[in-house]
Structures are given as C-alpha cells and as structure tokens.
C-alpha cells in the first residue's frame, strides 16, 4: 500500500439494509385496589394485549352499583373519566398540564396545582409499592408465554396472595 494513496476503510460493507425487528411482548393487565399500607383488596380479571386502564375498569365495576365509594379512590391520568362517570371527587385525578394555543404559548400548571400533583403522588406511590411487591414473584414480571389464560389469573392471584401474607407476617413479626 503506497503511502500516498487514498486511506481506505477496512470494514466489511453490508449488502443488504438491516432490519430491525421488535420483539413481541406478550402483555398482561390487571386492575389492582390497595390501600395505604400496600395490602391488595381487589385484583381484576388478567387481559391481554393493549387495552386502556379506563376501559377495563369500566368493563369490571358497573356505574350504577356504587361499589367504588367503598374506596377513596387516588388513580393516575390512565382513569380520565373517573371522576365524571362515577361521581368521584376531582382530588382523586391529579391536574392534567393544558394544551398549548396560540392564545397560551406556555401552557402550565400553576404552582397550586402542582403542588397538589406533588400531594397526590405522595399518596398514590403507596398503590405503586403494592404493584411492585407482587411483581416480586419472578414469573409475573417476566414476558408471559404460556398460552392458558385461567394460568394466567392463577398465577398473578398467587402473587398477590403472596404479597398479602409477606405484609401481614412483616405486621405481626417485627424485626
């Protein structure tokens, strides 16, 4: 190779475009209701695939039955149509950020609400620590392959089970 000649790259060429290709997640949702101290009371039937909170969760309580003023209920901006539908009060959603306009350039919240976005999410991470701790059972957190679907209510049933018992034995055995 002379030394005045043209540097060359050494790497090999592709031939073909890469493909990149996702991989297929196999999802599960459930509707979930626990309180303050992260025990899970209610556990929904497992769905699969991308279906919206709401939805399932109007699909599971019927408006008319009352059965979620039992509950003080603190849900996130998946459940917008809670507060109307089933005559909640307004705290139970935080604020949703306005659209920005031509009329408001710079849409945003004022520092009361959020504040209290700030206050919900204090309350609500309590919920989270319930989701969290019953994904503590390895095959729930992990992609879901098999194909039954009564295993699949099973499975993450016994997980919450298994939440529930680690939280009473965790009250009554200190450490």
């Not at 297929?24 to 509707?31: I, V």
């Not at 945003?108 to 209290?116: E, F, H, K, N, Y």
């Amino acid at each position: 190779m002379p030394l005045n000649g043209p540097i060359t790259d050494r790497r090999p060429r592709l031939t073909r475009r890469p493909t990149i290709r996702a991989k297929k997640r196999l999802t599960r949702k459930n509707t979930l209701i626990a309180d303050p101290s992260r025990y899970i009371h209610y556990l929904g039937p497992t769905t699969s695939g991308s279906s919206h909170d709401y939805h399932l969760l109007k699909n599971e309580f019927d408006v008319n039955l009352g059965l979620l003023d039992l509950f003080e209920l603190l849900a996130d901006l998946g459940y917008l149509g809670l507060v109307t539908d089933y005559d909640l009060p307004a705290a139970s959603l935080p604020h949703r950020k306005p659209r920005r306009s031509k009329k408001y350039p710079a849409a945003a919240l004022t520092d009361a609400q959020r504040a209290a976005n700030f206050a919900h999410a204090r309350r609500r991470v309590k919920v989270e620590h319930a989701i969290s701790g019953a994904k503590r059972l390895g095959c729930v957190a992990q992609t879901y392959r098999n194909k039954s679907t009564s295993f699949n209510d099973r499975i993450m049933g016994i997980a919450c089970g298994i939440w529930n018992w680690h939280l009473t034995q965790k009250s009554t055995n200190p450490i």
